[in-house]
């Protein structure tokens, strides 16, 4: 198992840019997939992005596409959530979380790892 922590988040202007980081400890990082996850006050935690253990494949919500971007960094052990043209209503918690399912799973039940999650806050 790896343990996950995010960091990054912060109070941002609408139309403003953030990037989130996920450092993770514990053995054998590159073996899994890593996703971001979002939850809003008083709704449920819904997918973000994913990326696979090569980081060559993504995905991401229908929501987010176009302004955000999943990376990796295998060496340093961190995936990276770069967000651009934010919204009020990408104010939510984040959450990183690591999955051994492949190439890439948006199913929360998938991943076993989870962090305690980063504040986003967009100000309109």
């Known amino acids: 198992q790896v343990q996950v922590v995010e960091s990054g988040g912060g109070l941002v202007q609408a139309g403003g840019s953030l990037r989130l980081s996920c450092a993770a400890s514990?053995?054998?990082?590159?073996?899994?997939?890593m996703g971001w996850f979002r939850q809003a006050p008083g709704k449920e935690r819904e997918f973000v992005a994913a990326?696979?253990?090569?980081?060559?494949?993504?995905e991401y919500a229908d929501s987010v596409k176009g302004r955000f971007t999943i990376s990796r960094d295998n060496a340093k052990n961190t995936v990276y959530l770069q967000m651009n043209t934010l919204k009020f209503e990408d104010t939510a918690v984040y959450y990183c979380?690591?999955?051994?399912?492949?190439?890439?799973?948006?199913?929360?039940?998938?991943?076993?790892?989870w962090g305690q999650g980063t504040q986003v806050t967009v100000s309109s």
């Open positions: 979380a690591a999955s051994t399912v492949v190439p890439t799973t948006r199913i929360p039940a998938d991943f076993g790892s």
């Open positions: 514990g053995r054998a990082f590159s073996a899994y997939s």
């Open positions: 990326i696979s253990w090569s980081g060559v494949t993504t």
